[in-house]
């Protein structure tokens, strides 16, 4: 099994980035995948949660509005849309692998999530 993080990079503010997880080796259907962001010095902040049991994901209100996470199922893929990109959104980003309904319960809570990916760099310029 094995998740990898891309997409990140340098964008100015206001900007988009769209990252994606590539999930190899897991069935969709009883996983549910996490983005989490750490930014230096800070502790590691749920962002996202995404699973085929959940209709609606979770998202932290931090990222609500302009954050948009989706799954091509298809590929394994989660992706993060981030629109309206902030410097405080600065940070490494990576997706975690956690139970089918954690969504629901703990979308936003690391220590629900077993796996996880190496993480990408996303820098916001101001």
């Known amino acids: 099994v094995q998740l990898v993080e891309s997409g990140g990079g340098l964008v100015q503010a206001g900007g988009s980035l769209r990252l994606s997880c590539a999930a190899a080796?897991?069935?969709?259907?009883?996983?549910?995948i996490g983005w989490f962001r750490q930014a230096p010095g800070k502790e590691r902040e749920g962002v996202s949660c995404?699973?085929?049991?959940?209709?609606?994901?979770y998202y932290a209100d931090s990222v609500k509005g302009r954050f948009t996470v989706s799954k091509d199922n298809a590929k394994n893929t989660v992706y993060l849309q981030m629109n309206s990109l902030k410097f405080e959104d600065t940070a490494v980003y990576s997706c975690?692998?956690?139970?089918?309904?954690?969504?629901?319960?703990?979308?936003?809570?690391?220590?629900?999530?077993?796996?996880w990916g190496q993480g990408t760099q996303v820098t916001v310029s101001s």
């Open positions: 995404i699973s085929n049991s959940v209709v609606a994901p």
């Open positions: 080796g897991f069935n969709f259907d009883n996983i549910s």
């Open positions: 975690a692998v956690g139970p089918r309904n954690v969504c629901l319960y703990g979308g936003g809570t690391d220590s629900y999530f077993n796996y």
